[in-house]
């Protein structure tokens, strides 16, 4: 049976606010913040950080605005850099690239945009939009459509609330582009603009079916960025006081943390334009004796301690280093690593029954019940 | 089976002869500007120590910091043009964006962008261009750069644009020495771009220091091959060390670690490596050193390279103490202790002076020191192995308490108890623990080749098999060969079921 889907922190009580002009220490703790909720997907937005860095340098400024501030007819642009995270590490991230399916879409549309937002916040999309906005002036929305990273186009908050899934527009270094008018469904949608993004490389700048300034307040997750900003401040600034900075995650997300340890195994496979496979970790200090694997397609979708799983997808599972608190890719985990295993309360639409279809454990191919590792504190049992 | 080993650190040279398991004989001089110096008079002095002993000697290898301490200290640098074969991909972000200031002002010898690199799968990007490439061959001529790093998209899986690049700048500018980047490293453009650069920045001195190595043998009468370690506990030919300095880069704490394991019979240990300025802690593991888990940067450049994970702090030998207020280091005097050193002449309170003062160390002239207050020592004594010890508890992963392994010309400033420590071993050659890890390096032999129409096991066998002869033909001893990493990669877009396979095999040098 369908619940209606929740929308929580909709009621605009309060006066939205203020647009700011972000500085590049915003950007730096973003882009760490960002890694961080990516849960090992995403792409390590260091060469997005890069290029703001250059671009900053040459005096462009990006402006964030609150998403309560946009008019219910605002036109919004979702976007995101498509395919696997590896590729990324060797065709690097070019802004101008990423502007081209925004023009297209625009001359598609008949239209010009009043905003830009990210799909996902994690990894390097979080950082993504904000080189478009540099270079066209546009302004940033605080806020995406996954609250994290996730692999796949029907796993976003605008799909588990029905919105519609086209127009899609894609482009490509070379001078290819796509524009997909229509698709069934968001999956079909999926589905038809992989194989394009896998046949110009596996990687390709993307932009969504743009979205209204009243659906981005209704069915986006809001204030993202500046929680991904805040999230990188508190690292930076326990790295700075020599304080535990996988504390600090935990603090500024009211995490849990599940497991330290070493990895000692990673088997990965590419896959249809997605980076399949599991890291295995070995406990050390109070988890000593005990193993952790822990899957991923492009992300983390489930953990196991010897065995028995306990925390999965939509909570987020991130695996940091345990010394710096850096994220730690899926594509770049490898033996010999020292990590903590930490669990992030997942965005509540996701906990509905739609949502839970949609990135729920079984959306990964795990049959497994969605337990939360949070809603186990809740009811008074034991954590795992 | 006798080898002998030479360590030419910033303040030392130090030679051993090993044979078998055993330290046959240990010297240490004075590094000298020239390289050769130093190293003639080590092996000199060795000779002297060990009498007939050093005929039959089948290798001599050679572990230096010279390198990574160029890049470091900006220092004998040459420069270095930056051909990258990657347009219209990453256009934004030109060779050497996010190195140092000072270190790009350097080494740039110009930056080329220009069509070409390949896709995941192995399908070309864009097709080479190479009018281009011979434009960029000409302008590195004309502006009298003989250097240059090839690097082009995704070259770990084709190396086909970056061997036709360089084909076409040679011909444009035979006198180039041109690095590409698949020779270097793995998946991760900017950083093995980054790598390659610094590479082809460190050919005139890798040059000039190999030369320096082969004319010190030469002049000691010793008939044995040169090696030059690498990063990994191995070593490999002279001819191939002048070639790729970086692969020596973290030679130095490899040796030291793999030295205190063959020294000591221990293979899991936490290592304090005490030297004249700097105390570095690291942690052996299974006779090797346990690697660094992030991203290593040298010289504040973003590289690949999997590199011992060691901690250092500012206290060595020649660390200088103050007085009133007391404070210990950063600065040391390094390899002028011999004589700015009370206890040498000096008028330089060094920790080596304490350490003379304090009774554990019995060096120069112990008259000299007989003036410093017992309280003083003491005080220096306590913050010195309060320091250690804090350091080497960073390092530990283990609640269980392990040995530590005190090592280097200094390792008398290490603490014989700490926490989490369960003994603290100080063993005879231990001073010369670089020297005896260098000698007993091993060789490998490394294969990356695509095969085509054979199943998974078939496959790897047969890589294997070539890796083997590999290491043979580079003075492995078959007895003791094993394999370290192997590796494939399915290449989808070829007819045949192409898979790339990259096997290494490392083993002893065989007597020969």
Redesign the interface.
Known sequence: MEKAVPAPDRIETAAPRAPRVLTIDDIEALALGAWILGTGGGGDPY?KL??MR?LYRKGHTVTLIDPHSLADDAQVAVLSNMG?P??G????????FAVKPVRTMERYLGRRFDAVMSLEIGGGNGVHPLMVAALTGYPVVDADTMGRAYPEAQMTSVAVAGLQCFPFTLAD??DNEVIIPRAESWKWMERISRKACTEV??VAATCKAPRTGREVKDHGILHTTTKAIDLGRAVFDARARHADPVQAILDACAGRLLFTG?VVDVERR?TEGFLRGRAEIDG??GD?GQRFTVHFQNEFSVGYLDGVPVVMTPDLICVV?S??G?GIGTDVIRY???VSVLALPGPEVFMSEKGLEAVGPRAFGFDLDFRSVFAETVSGETAP | MKRIGIDVGGTNTDAVLVDGNAVMGAVKTATTDDVTGGVRTALRDLAVQVGDAIAGTVAVMIGTTHFINAVVQRRSLNRAAALRICLPACASLPPMVDWPRDLAGLVDGGSYMVEGGHEYDGRPLMPLDERAVAEAGRRMRADGVRSAAVTSVFSPLTSAFEDRAAEILLSEHPELRVTCSSTLGRIGLLERENVTILNAALQDLAEETVRAFETAITESGIAAPLFITQNDGTVVSAAIARERPVYGFASGPTNSMRGAAFLSGIDDAMVLDVGGTTSDIGCLRAGFPREANNVVQVGGVRTLFRMPDVLSIGIGGGTVVAEAPLSIGPLSVGYRLTRDALVFGGDTLTLTDVAVAAGISDIGDRARVASLSPELIRAVMATVHRRLSETVDRMKTDAAAVPLLAVGGGAMLAPDRMDGISEVIRVEHFAVANAVGAATAQVSGEVDHVFRDMDRDTLLQTAEQMARERALAAGADPATLKVVDMEDLPLAYLPGNAVRARVRVVGDIAAR
């Open positions: 060469h890069l290029n250059e696997a590896l590729v590490q060797e065709r690097l991230a070019d802004p101008e270094i070379r490389g596996s070493k590419a050390v200090d000593a280093d010394v710096s850096d010999g690593q020292r």
